[in-house]
């Protein structure tokens, strides 16, 4: 135990061991727990870093209601108690103020607020969590006097009924739970001693030693909280209730900045069976999660919404006349009066046009068939012009191809007319030689012949044999 500055050793009894054992194995799941969820979403923050964006799922069993519920089920039901909340807020309060705001004529539904349970569990000094709080800081408080503690101060509120001995009952929006406090005050105070962080200080496994580090770091931190009991570590001064609305608390934070979606899973048989349903128990959870209000409220209120202006925008094409010149809520009245689409299955607020179911479905299909109307003038237009400038394309290639063969035609004929003229000179100038020699060697010879008969003085020949000489 740490008294102010002084550590003093003190012998512990067997129950008082078991505790602290318990409370050591929790604290080393409860750091496992934290890690692993960093883990995961370290590896989960890649697409976050790309885009800016993300998708927070919470997956939280309903209610609870056993035989014997204990601290446990005190947590957990207080917890989907704030959630049932913020699913009222959004489904019921949120909608329905939206209609009365835009000025829409809207009878509203009433439906069960749960803000007095919130109030039992929450209100200070006098609520359930200040109760146990304050009774887990005297070292003589038992689960009997805080038993009778919140009799004595709580009888008076609606949503609580004090019970025999040590139990109470809460009436929350799912229903009566009837809670026994046995081990209540040692749940919360949950005392986890320093020689334990030592333990897993000294580990030679890291992540104990992290576990034991991360301790040793929230004891520095400024305690928040009157909650303490002499003989715990520092990072117990806040007892586990407090912890837990803490953490509820920056839950809501999270959840109000977000867009919410709500899936709501129903159990169809408590035999875990396929193919059984059983309606009562059905019908009985769709009671306990608001939800029959919820589709009230969606069959008779308009689940469709669109601003005048985003509304023009989007089906203003659709008008007969021209209506470039006329403010958003003209178009988009002119819009439902040409379509006749019936008074009754719309509203026209301040700055928004409500619809019920399947409305809007008139307007969405007529606009996607004139659409592909046009898409389909738009592509024989661009498939004609495309075909009008390929032709002139075409015809303008065939005259360049024209004029460029011309051209190297009349190349290729001025190259072969020269190379006939050379070839007509050297054959005129070789005949001419052959000629030339043909004579010379027939005149040499008639020389030749006529020196002869001149020597030899041959008698005359006949002028027949001359000639033919």
């Known amino acids: 135990m740490r008294v102010g500055s002084d550590n003093i050793v003190q012998k512990l009894t067997l129950s008082q061991a078991v505790e602290t054992r318990d409370a050591l194995a929790k604290s080393i799941y409860a750091g496992l727990f934290e890690w692993l969820v960093e883990q995961i979403n370290k590896s ?27 601290f446990e089920q005190f947590c957990i039901n207080y917890a989907n108690e704030r959630l049932q909340q913020h699913f009222n807020r959004h489904l019921f309060k949120l909608e329905q103020e939206e209609y009365i705001q835009d000025g829409i004529d809207w009878a509203k539904v009433d439906f069960d607020d749960n803000q007095d349970c919130l109030h039992l569990f929450e209100k200070k000094p006098l609520g359930l969590l200040s109760l146990l709080n ?30 025999r001995e040590k139990a109470f009952t809460v009436s929350h929006f799912a229903g009566e739970v009837t809670y026994d406090t046995t081990g209540f005050l040692e749940k919360n105070r949950d005392l986890l001693h320093l020689d334990s962080i030592q333990l ?30 002499a003989g715990g570590a520092d990072s117990q001064k806040l007892s586990v209730a407090t912890k837990f609305k803490g953490q509820l608390f920056q839950l809501m934070q ?25 309606q009562g128990l059905v019908l009985q ?16 209120g308009y689940p469709t ?35 006749n689409i019936l008074p009754e299955m719309y509203q026209v607020g301040y700055t928004k046009l409500f619809f019920r ?30 075909r009008r400038h390929f032709k002139e394309l075409h015809r303008g290639i065939a005259t360049l191809q024209s004029f460029v063969r011309g051209d190297k035609t009349r190349k290729e004929y001025a190259v072969l007319l020269q190379r006939h003229r050379a070839a007509v000179i050297i ?19 008639s020389i030749v012949i006529q020196s002869v008969r001149k020597i030899q003085k041959w008698p005359r020949l006949p002028d027949a044999m001359v000639r033919s000489i």
């Open 200 to 229: 897993l200080s000294s580990c030679s496994c890291h992540l104990p030693k992290a576990f034991a580090s991360n301790m040793l770091n929230q004891s520095e931190k400024p305690v928040v909280g009157p909650l303490h009991k």
């Open 134 to 163: 304050e009774e887990s800081t005297f070292p003589n408080g038992t689960d009997y006097t805080f038993a009778n503690k919140l009799k004595q101060h709580l009888n008076s509120n609606p949503c609580f009924k004090g019970e």
């Open 427 to 445: 054959q005129k100038q070789i005949k001419g030689m052959n000629a030339k020699k043909t004579f010379k060697n027939i005149r040499d010879a």
């Open 44 to 70: 989960l923050a890649v697409g976050k870093r790309l885009t800016g964006r993300s998708i927070s799922i919470l997956d939280i069993y309903g209610f609870e209601s056993f035989d014997r519920n204990s």
């Open 305 to 339: 919404r669109m601003p005048h202006q985003k509304f023009a925008k989007r089906y203003g094409f659709l008008l007969l006349e021209n209506a470039a010149s006329q403010d958003s809520l003209s178009v988009s009245v002119a819009i439902l009066h040409q379509f």
């Open 357 to 386: 179911t399947g409305q809007i479905g008139i307007l969405e299909d007529t606009r996607n068939r004139t659409l592909h109307g046009i898409l389909r003038v738009q592509s024989c237009f661009r498939g004609h012009q495309a």
């Open 285 to 300: 959870q769709l009671r306990c999660c608001g939800v029959l209000e919820v589709v009230r409220i969606s069959r008779s």
């Open 254 to 278: 999270r959840l109000e900045s977000t867009t919410p979606h709500f899936i709501r899973c129903i159990k169809p048989n408590n035999f875990q069976s396929p193919g059984s349903y059983e």
